[in-house]
């Protein structure tokens, strides 16, 4: 969600009031399920007017050119997968090979590319009836409530997108680390104040990453690629000394000294503190 976020905030700006002269689909998936001639036609001639982020969604907002009178308002909806980027670069650069749409703005281009496709731009919405709510919108009572509801570990259910949006499994393990809460422990069995507190250390270290990469996440590419501008999650090194817990598998932990393990919940890898974060 971060790297989501820390797009939304650099692109925003960039496109606002920007007219998209032509669309052009080069890969059929990459729009799905919305067929990629219907998806050119419903969005060529309107213009970007907001852009927001809804779990790991970027929602863009724009105005349709179909019937002057009475603008209709189109949401366009983005998810990166696990290698898409989106960009907005001058007209001039030529395409990359996986640039699946291309969203013509006169001089320049809106891109998203993508090398392996597991992410989209569509004009289908339904993904967003499915998220809970963002961690920000829950008060701790519901959130204690939502828990109690199963008995999934807790660190296999903070990816439970339609439990709470845009926790991803980086941030689990940090934010149980800061919680002190062991992964294994079942939802339900949370208390009160526990739950209290792992709501507060999910704010934390979700507004950490915002902060922290949006000072160096972005990357401004000039010289011989003319103004490229794209964003690099390069979930490696930027976050890497930030992370106190995640992929720091027998390293001593920063609080105790412990060796942090590493155990596979839902087939996600889950780092964390056999000794601060014993199941108590
Ligand atoms: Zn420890």
């Known amino acids: 969600m971060p790297e989501v976020e820390i797009l939304v905030r650099h692109l925003r700006p960039l496109l606002r009031g920007k007219t998209i002269r032509r669309?052009?689909?080069?890969?059929?998936?990459?729009?799905?399920?919305?067929?990629?001639r219907e998806f050119e036609k419903a969005l060529a001639g309107s213009k970007f007017k907001g852009l927001t982020r809804r779990g790991k969604y970027l929602l863009f907002e724009l105005l349709g050119a179909r019937r002057r009178s009475e603008p209709a308002v189109l949401t366009m909806l983005g998810h990166?997968?696990?290698?898409?980027?989106?960009?907005?670069?001058?007209?001039?650069e030529k395409l990359l090979p996986h640039a699946a749409v291309v969203f013509n703005l006169g001089d320049r281009n809106f891109i998203y590319e993508d090398q392996r496709y597991l992410g989209?731009?569509?004009?289908?919405?339904s993904p967003l009836n499915e998220l809970g709510p963002e961690p920000s919108d829950f008060s701790p009572e519901t959130f204690a409530a939502a828990?109690?509801?199963s008995r999934q570990a807790i660190k296999i259910k903070l990816l439970d997108q339609s439990l709470i949006a845009g926790v991803g499994n980086i941030?689990?393990?940090?934010?149980?680390?800061?919680?002190?809460?062991s992964p294994r422990l079942a939802a339900d069995e949370l208390t009160p104040a526990q739950s209290k507190t792992l709501l507060r250390a999910i704010g934390d270290v979700l507004n950490d990453?915002?902060?922290?990469?949006?000072?160096?996440g972005l990357k401004t590419m000039s010289g011989k690629s003319g103004g490229l501008f794209y964003f690099d999650d390069g979930g490696e090194g930027y976050y890497e000394e930030r992370l106190r817990v995640y992929d720091r598998e027998g390293k001593p932990c920063l609080r105790c000294?412990?060796?942090?393990?590493?155990?596979?919940?839902g087939a996600r890898s889950t780092y964390f503190c056999p000794h601060c974060q014993r199941v108590r």
Do not use: C, H, N
């Open 147 to 149: 828990l109690k509801q």
């Open 23 to 36: 669309v052009s689909v080069r890969r059929e998936r990459a729009t799905r399920p919305t067929p990629p």
């Open 257 to 265: 000294g412990t060796r942090i393990e590493r155990i596979t919940q």
């Open 120 to 125: 989209r731009m569509t004009l289908d919405l």
């Open 209 to 216: 990453a915002i902060k922290f990469g949006s000072t160096v």
């Open 80 to 92: 990166l997968g696990m290698t898409g980027r989106m960009f907005v670069a001058l007209k001039k």
């Open 171 to 181: 941030y689990a393990s940090e934010a149980l680390f800061r919680a002190r809460l």
